[in-house]
């Protein structure tokens, strides 16, 4: 099947600890993107990638780093500099620039001990 | 960057069109409307997107006005099963020109049997 898989579904860290969510995609899509939701809101968006070993900063990046070395993955790191770690992640690809939707992962929800 | 603002919740009745309203004032003209709708804890799923003219897909009508400051996504037959939080995005050009959404806090639909 093709998609966009998140794993794991549930994560749990303690205070001062990296963490790194996992993004994988099957879509051929260019673009990728990492967005943030708190309880009761929109997504927010982090870090977004056009292209492989290319990235940008979207609206709430601190605290936050990523790579892409491959086309089908764009791992996110939460790092202990994030101040409020604890929220829903949801990973999001497209086929790249032109008028095509985003199709998003199942999200992963992080919370921080 | 463009903002929505929806009503925070609405309820329809089973079987009956739910018209969900969304304002943009502040768009500008190359900027899409997107909508998407996310089930609890699950990635949003697209329904639709337009510019200017109203369109239609197997799920939703879109009718933006003619001055493209507010649009109505139309559900013609709600079902149970459309019971989610609606978004009305704008899409706007980020920076090296990927494309980027910006949520609002979205309408939370409710279907009533």
């Known amino acids: 099947d093709g998609g966009i898989t998140q794993s794991p579904k549930y994560l749990f860290r303690k205070e001062g600890q990296n963490v790194t969510l996992s993004c994988e995609q099957n879509?051929?899509?260019?673009?990728m993107y990492w967005y943030r939701q708190d309880p009761g809101q929109g997504l927010r968006l982090i870090y977004y990638?056009?292209?492989?070993?290319?990235?940008q900063k979207g609206d709430i990046a601190e605290g936050y780093s990523v790579s892409r070395e491959k086309k089908e993955s764009f791992p996110l790191t939460v790092t202990s500099a994030q101040k409020n770690p604890t929220a829903f992640y949801l990973c999001?690809?497209?086929?790249?620039?032109?008028?095509?939707?985003?199709?998003f992962g199942p999200g992963t929800r992080l919370t921080v001990l | 960057d463009a903002k929505t603002t929806q009503p925070p919740s609405m309820d329809c009745a089973e079987g009956r069109a739910a018209n969900l309203p969304c304002n943009h004032s502040?768009?500008?003209?190359?900027?899409?409307v997107y909508w998407y709708r996310q089930i609890h804890s699950q990635g949003p799923q697209y329904i639709i997107h337009g510019l200017k003219n109203n369109e239609t897909n197997e799920m939703a009508s879109l009718i933006i006005t003619e001055d493209r400051k507010s649009s109505t996504l139309i559900l013609p037959h709600a079902t149970l099963r459309d019971t989610a939080v609606y978004y009305c995005?704008?899409?706007?050009?980020?920076?090296?020109?990927?494309?980027?959404?910006?949520f609002g806090t979205g309408t939370r639909l409710k279907v009533l049997a």
């Open positions: 995005i704008v899409r706007v050009v980020g920076t090296s020109g990927t494309y980027k959404y910006i």
């Open positions: 879509l051929n899509h260019d673009a």
């Open positions: 990638s056009q292209i492989v070993n290319d990235f």
């Open positions: 999001a690809s497209s086929i790249g620039r032109g008028n095509n939707e985003q199709f």
């Open positions: 502040t768009i500008s003209g190359n900027e899409y």
